[in-house]
């Protein structure tokens, strides 16, 4: 069974940085879609960034230049880099991994950005 555990949430003051990861059991992330999906509180949800097989990434508009995703196959973790934080990032994250007979989410971190 495939796991997903979120981990790195918490209360930021805006300009902040914050490293969420996402640590998988239960697969491997190869040849995975890996990615980061937020909602956040009275909005619809919304996909933040993904990587893929071949280092191919998605980001969403708001947050280009400002979050990274990268991944440590050893460690079967993946990671979102999220600087110069926004109150408008506040939100719960959720981590996700599809590839073929996988698709798995994990139980959210809340990021909470506010001076």
């Known amino acids: 069974q495939v796991h997903l555990v979120e981990s790195g949430g918490g209360l930021v003051q805006p300009g902040e940085s914050l490293r969420l990861s996402c640590t998988v059991s239960?697969?491997?992330?190869?040849?995975?879609?890996m990615g980061w999906y937020r909602r956040a509180p009275g909005k619809q949800g919304e996909l933040v960034a993904t990587?893929?097989?071949?280092?191919?990434?998605f980001y969403e508009d708001s947050v280009k230049g400002r979050f990274v995703i990268f991944k440590d196959a050893v460690e079967n973790k993946y990671y979102l880099q999220m600087n110069s934080l926004k109150p408008e990032d506040t939100a719960d994250y959720y981590c996700?991994?599809?590839?073929?007979?996988?698709?798995?989410w994990g139980q959210g971190t809340r990021v909470t950005v506010s001076s």
């Open positions: 996700l991994v599809q590839k073929t007979g996988v698709d798995a």
């Open positions: 239960g697969t491997t992330l190869d040849y995975a879609t």
């Open positions: 990587l893929s097989t071949g280092s191919d990434t």
